[in-house]
């Protein structure tokens, strides 16, 4: 079992920058690649950025940085020159193969105003 808390989000200005965390806990050993998605008002679930277990990121979208730190078991997403469509709830994703499991968090809300 994995737990993903994220946290950051909040009301910004536009063209500001976030960064949010998500921490995994639990059984984090197993995790493989791990990522955010964002949903905002009235879409469909995105992925935005992911980095996979050696570290390699993919599917990030301008704008948007993903690391990763093992050791703190934390993966963080940065967000520079935020605009008014980032305002988004954004989910943690954790994958973990061995079971053939998804891992969501509850989400953190990012707020953009004009």
């Known amino acids: 079992q994995v737990q993903l808390v994220e946290s950051g989000g909040g009301l910004v200005q536009a063209g500001g920058s976030l960064r949010l965390s998500c921490v995994a806990s639990?059984?984090?050993?197993?995790?493989?690649?791990i990522g955010w998605y964002r949903q905002q008002p009235g879409k469909e679930r995105e992925l935005v950025a992911a980095?996979?277990?050696?570290g390699t990121p993919y599917g990030v979208k301008d704008r948007f940085t993903i690391s990763r730190d093992n050791a703190k078991n934390t993966v963080y997403l940065q967000i520079n020159s935020l605009k008014p469509e980032d305002t988004a709830v954004y989910y943690c994703n954790a994958r973990v193969a061995s079971i053939n499991r998804v891992f969501w968090g509850q989400g953190t809300q990012v707020t953009v105003s004009s």
């Open positions: 639990g059984s984090t050993s197993g995790i493989s690649d």
């Open positions: 980095v996979s277990g050696r």
